[in-house]
């Protein structure tokens, strides 16, 4: 199993830019979803999916869309980048039917909007 | 006020040095993670626990679901050990959402 798949590592965009940051696993996981990590701050929650055609906000949804047409891929988009969207961005993934799992992170993606 | 909150935020010592670091959490949870990021940025999954105590090698991770409290200590530090930990707990309500700590820094010295 490769895990978690996340890509690019590396990503600098232009405000007003758009792009996708890709995430897909290979574990079968129901629950899959997308954090931003900041500095001085805890991972806060983007989107999540619970299943495919399933998707909802977490805690800073705004600028960030999601949709999950398959269970291994949940592809996160910027419409508009804005200079508060740089960050270090993560999907994870889960089982789902317990809440006792073992959370997978994919590597991560280094975000700059200039 | 967060709703997880660990100490302390950075904690440096020296290699063979026994570690604590500290989580308290204010919400309902169904369970809790001790996650590692290393400095390359990689998180992984060290414990995950809803009850008593869990061993793996030179970690030991304890929770106290009365006192919302969990502990990490690693004995017999190494400087392989510096990394951040992370506490992170499972909502209860919410669709069993992650709410995370800010995370230690730990630093072992030779």
């Known amino acids: 199993n490769a895990g978690v798949t996340q890509t690019p590592k590396f990503q600098v965009l232009k405000t007003g830019q758009s792009m996708t940051l890709q995430c897909a696993q290979d574990?079968?996981?129901?629950?899959m979803s997308w954090y931003r990590q900041d500095p001085g701050m805890g991972l806060r929650l983007i989107h999540y999916s619970v299943g495919a055609g399933i998707t909802d906000q977490g805690e800073v949804p705004n600028g960030y869309n999601v949709s999950r047409s398959t269970t291994e891929d949940f592809p996160l988009r910027l419409l508009s980048a804005a200079p508060s969207q740089t960050s270090v961005y993560f999907c994870a993934s889960r089982g789902w039917g317990e809440a006792k799992n073992i959370q997978y992170f994919g590597a991560g993606t280094r975000l700059s909007v200039l | 006020k967060n709703e997880v909150e660990q100490s302390p935020q950075n904690l440096t010592a020296q290699e063979g040095e026994f570690i604590t670091i500290n989580c308290s959490y204010s919400v309902g949870i169904s369970a809790l993670h001790w996650l590692q990021q290393h400095p390359g940025g990689g998180i992984v999954s060290l414990f995950m626990?809803?009850?008593g105590k869990k061993k793996h090698g030179r970690l030991i991770a304890t929770i106290n679901i009365q006192e919302k409290h969990s502990s990490l200590h690693i004995t017999a530090s190494h400087p392989r050990d510096s990394a951040v930990y992370i506490c992170?707990?499972?909502?209860?309500?919410?669709?069993?959402?992650?709410?995370f700590g800010q995370g230690t820094r730990l630093t072992i010295n030779p």
């Open positions: 626990l809803s009850s």
């Open positions: 992170a707990v499972v909502l209860t309500q919410g669709a069993q959402k992650l709410v």
């Open positions: 574990m079968n996981h129901e629950y």
